[in-house]
């Protein structure tokens, strides 16, 4: 008799972090059953990218202070679809739809993204910053995405 165990998934990266998006305006969160997966993912991540400032003034102590004074937050999402995407996920194809409608009208390509990273949970309004995609072999098309904060006071 075959064992039948459980297998627990969450050890591995791609199942450990999901990156959902949804559509809609930066006036409303999304409910809960509006959200997607966008894609298969091979690669996801973020970066607060702190900008500061320094101080040169000469009661320091011989060292320069520094001061944050915001952040470029980032999130990037790289992953892989074959020739179709899945139904329950948001999809490449539907994103590059997405994004060439947005620029063909002149609106700025955004979107709701939210990412889980372990105990932390990043939900923002986004735009669209990089959307690139190769053809790789076996049928299997991979793509690179990129998300720059298009409304600071939806960031959570």
Known sequence: MAANCPTDNTKLFGRAIVLEV??????TLPSESEWKSLAA????????SPNSVTSDADDT???VENIVTNADF?????????????LDQ???GRLIKYFNSEIQATRQPTLWVRMEFGPVTFIGYMLINALSSDGGTN??????????????????
Do not use: H, M, P, W
Not at 22 to 27: E, S, T, V
Not at 139 to 153: L, P, Q, W
């Open 139 to 156: 049928d299997i098309i991979t793509f690179s995405t990129e998300f720059k904060v298009a409304d600071a006071d939806t960031i959570q």
């Open 74 to 86: 980032t999130i990037s999402f790289e992953g892989e679809v074959r020739r179709n995407d899945k």
């Open 61 to 63: 102590k011989g060292y």
């Open 90 to 92: 948001y999809g490449v």
């Open 41 to 48: 993912g091979t690669s996801k991540g973020f970066d607060f």
């Open 22 to 27: 949804a559509d809609g305006c930066a006036d």
